[in-house]
């Protein structure tokens, strides 16, 4: 099992980026795919699921209305865009396949002006 996060970086508060995770040694269309964030210190924090097939989200009341989490079966790779980013999402997030045990290195995500 391979899980690739991408797409992190340094942006300023009320900015956007785009992460991706793409899966790879397992059947990513068979499973509910997570995003978690941790940053030093905290344990890691559930932030967005989607459903198998896409059809249904659900959001961490804090990143609600801001965050949104979809996915391409075709191309095994679930995505997590975020708007209007405060300094409080600073975290490295990584994507996780509901019920196992499987990370990737996950991706920095810093917001600070």
């Known amino acids: 099992v391979q899980l690739v996060e991408s797409g992190g970086g340094l942006v300023q508060p009320g900015g956007s980026l785009r992460l991706s995770c793409a899966a790879s040694g397992f059947t990513f269309s068979s499973y509910v795919m997570n995003w978690y964030r941790q940053t030093p210190g905290k344990e890691r924090e559930w932030v967005a699921a989607?459903?198998?097939?896409?059809?249904?989200?659900n959001y961490a009341d804090s990143v609600k209305g801001r965050f949104t989490i979809s996915r391409d079966n075709y191309k095994n790779t679930v995505y997590l865009q975020m708007n209007s980013l405060k300094p409080a999402d600073t975290a490295v997030y990584y994507c996780?396949?509901?019920?196992?045990?499987?990370w990737g290195q996950g991706t920095q995500v810093t917001v600070s002006s």
């Open positions: 989607i459903t198998s097939v896409g059809d249904s989200t």
């Open positions: 996780n396949p509901w019920g196992t045990d499987y």
